[in-house]
Protein backbone atom coordinates (compact mmCIF):
# COMPACT_ATOMS: atom_id res chain seq x y z
CA UNK A 1 0.00 0.00 0.00
CA UNK A 2 1.11 3.49 -1.11
CA UNK A 3 1.23 6.04 1.85
CA UNK A 4 -0.84 8.97 0.83
CA UNK A 5 0.66 11.91 -1.66
CA UNK A 6 3.60 9.45 -2.67
CA UNK A 7 4.00 7.72 -6.33
CA UNK A 8 5.49 4.97 -6.97
CA UNK A 9 8.27 4.80 -9.17
CA UNK A 10 9.77 1.35 -10.82
CA UNK A 11 13.08 0.52 -11.26
CA UNK A 12 15.09 -1.99 -12.12
CA UNK A 13 16.32 -3.01 -8.66
CA UNK A 14 13.35 -2.00 -7.03
CA UNK A 15 10.36 0.12 -5.81
CA UNK A 16 10.76 3.33 -4.49
CA UNK A 17 7.94 5.78 -2.76
CA UNK A 18 8.80 9.66 -4.35
CA UNK A 19 7.02 12.20 -1.93
CA UNK A 20 6.23 15.23 -4.13
CA UNK A 21 8.18 18.43 -2.35
CA UNK A 22 6.62 20.74 -0.75
CA UNK A 23 6.28 24.14 -2.83
CA UNK A 24 4.34 27.56 -2.60
CA UNK A 25 3.39 28.50 -6.49
CA UNK A 26 1.69 32.12 -7.13
CA UNK A 27 1.16 34.56 -9.84
CA UNK A 28 3.61 37.81 -8.56
CA UNK A 29 4.71 41.13 -10.19
CA UNK A 30 8.51 42.01 -9.91
CA UNK A 31 9.77 45.27 -11.70
CA UNK A 32 11.91 45.14 -14.95
CA UNK A 33 14.70 47.59 -15.13
CA UNK A 34 12.83 50.12 -16.46
CA UNK A 35 10.15 50.20 -13.60
CA UNK A 36 7.48 48.67 -15.50
CA UNK A 37 5.63 45.99 -13.75
CA UNK A 38 6.27 42.71 -14.97
CA UNK A 39 3.38 39.37 -14.37
CA UNK A 40 5.38 36.19 -13.39
CA UNK A 41 4.48 32.94 -12.24
CA UNK A 42 6.63 32.25 -8.99
CA UNK A 43 7.52 29.00 -8.06
CA UNK A 44 9.82 27.81 -4.26
CA UNK A 45 10.49 25.43 -2.06
CA UNK A 46 8.50 26.03 1.25
CA UNK A 47 11.27 24.48 3.35
CA UNK A 48 13.55 26.96 5.21
CA UNK A 49 16.65 27.50 3.84
CA UNK A 50 18.82 29.22 0.38
CA UNK A 51 17.74 28.31 -2.76
CA UNK A 52 19.33 29.26 -6.37
CA UNK A 53 17.33 30.84 -8.44
CA UNK A 54 16.12 30.07 -12.02
CA UNK A 55 14.34 32.08 -14.75
CA UNK A 56 12.21 29.75 -16.99
CA UNK A 57 12.02 32.15 -20.03
CA UNK A 58 8.50 31.14 -21.89
CA UNK A 59 8.39 29.90 -25.20
CA UNK A 60 6.49 32.17 -28.30
CA UNK A 61 2.97 30.92 -26.79
CA UNK A 62 3.40 33.06 -23.47
CA UNK A 63 3.02 32.22 -19.63
CA UNK A 64 0.74 29.39 -20.04
CA UNK A 65 0.40 26.05 -18.15
CA UNK A 66 3.02 24.03 -19.51
CA UNK A 67 5.83 27.20 -18.28
CA UNK A 68 4.38 27.43 -15.03
CA UNK A 69 4.66 23.48 -14.60
CA UNK A 70 8.23 24.25 -15.37
CA UNK A 71 8.79 26.59 -13.11
CA UNK A 72 7.10 24.53 -10.27
CA UNK A 73 9.00 20.92 -11.23
CA UNK A 74 12.40 23.09 -10.64
CA UNK A 75 11.45 24.67 -6.91
CA UNK A 76 10.64 20.71 -6.77
CA UNK A 77 14.49 20.11 -7.04
CA UNK A 78 15.57 23.14 -4.51
CA UNK A 79 15.03 26.31 -6.62
CA UNK A 80 13.50 29.65 -6.72
CA UNK A 81 12.23 29.67 -9.86
CA UNK A 82 10.41 32.62 -11.78
CA UNK A 83 8.51 32.27 -15.34
CA UNK A 84 8.49 36.11 -16.27
CA UNK A 85 5.47 37.07 -18.85
CA UNK A 86 7.18 38.35 -21.59
CA UNK A 87 4.57 40.09 -23.21
CA UNK A 88 2.88 42.04 -19.66
CA UNK A 89 2.75 45.04 -21.37
CA UNK A 90 1.59 43.51 -24.85
CA UNK A 91 -0.73 41.33 -24.07
CA UNK A 92 -0.57 37.58 -24.58
CA UNK A 93 -1.58 36.46 -27.94
CA UNK A 94 -3.80 33.88 -28.99
CA UNK A 95 -1.85 30.59 -29.11
CA UNK A 96 -3.91 29.24 -31.90
CA UNK A 97 -3.64 31.67 -34.23
CA UNK A 98 0.24 31.65 -35.42
CA UNK A 99 0.54 34.81 -37.22
CA UNK A 100 -0.68 36.46 -33.68
CA UNK A 101 1.93 34.63 -31.82
CA UNK A 102 4.42 35.55 -34.35
CA UNK A 103 3.46 39.30 -34.67
CA UNK A 104 3.41 39.46 -30.53
CA UNK A 105 6.74 37.74 -30.32
CA UNK A 106 8.91 40.08 -32.26
CA UNK A 107 6.84 43.00 -31.34
CA UNK A 108 9.14 42.93 -28.12
CA UNK A 109 11.81 45.10 -28.87
CA UNK A 110 15.27 43.35 -27.64
CA UNK A 111 16.38 45.66 -24.90
CA UNK A 112 12.63 45.26 -23.54
CA UNK A 113 13.36 42.13 -23.30
CA UNK A 114 16.72 41.80 -21.77
CA UNK A 115 15.41 44.61 -19.48
CA UNK A 116 12.53 42.20 -18.39
CA UNK A 117 15.10 39.33 -17.94
CA UNK A 118 17.90 41.36 -15.95
CA UNK A 119 14.78 42.51 -13.55
CA UNK A 120 13.65 38.96 -12.85
CA UNK A 121 17.58 37.93 -11.88
CA UNK A 122 17.58 41.17 -9.56
CA UNK A 123 14.19 39.78 -8.10
CA UNK A 124 15.37 36.43 -7.30
CA UNK A 125 18.69 37.72 -6.16
CA UNK A 126 17.07 40.29 -3.43
CA UNK A 127 14.64 37.03 -2.00
CA UNK A 128 15.46 36.10 1.81
CA UNK A 129 15.82 33.28 1.06
CA UNK A 130 18.26 33.34 -2.39
CA UNK A 131 21.84 32.05 -2.18
CA UNK A 132 23.01 34.56 -4.91
CA UNK A 133 23.00 31.82 -7.97
CA UNK A 134 20.64 32.69 -10.91
CA UNK A 135 20.82 30.82 -13.91
CA UNK A 136 18.21 30.84 -17.19
CA UNK A 137 16.46 28.43 -19.33
CA UNK A 138 13.96 28.81 -22.29
CA UNK A 139 13.40 29.48 -25.99
CA UNK A 140 11.56 33.21 -25.76
CA UNK A 141 13.08 33.87 -29.19
CA UNK A 142 17.18 33.85 -28.32
CA UNK A 143 18.34 34.16 -31.19
CA UNK A 144 17.51 37.49 -31.12
CA UNK A 145 18.15 38.83 -27.54
Known amino acids: MTPSGAHTLQTYVKEVLVYPADIQSSMIQYPSQDGTPIKASFSRPTASGRYPGVVVIMEAFGLNDHIKDVARRFAEQGYCAL?????SREG????????????????????????????AITYLKGLPEAN????????????RI
Open 83 to 87: APDMY
Open 132 to 143: GKVGAIGTFALT
Open 92 to 119: SPDPTVMDQVLKTMFSVPDAQAVADLEG
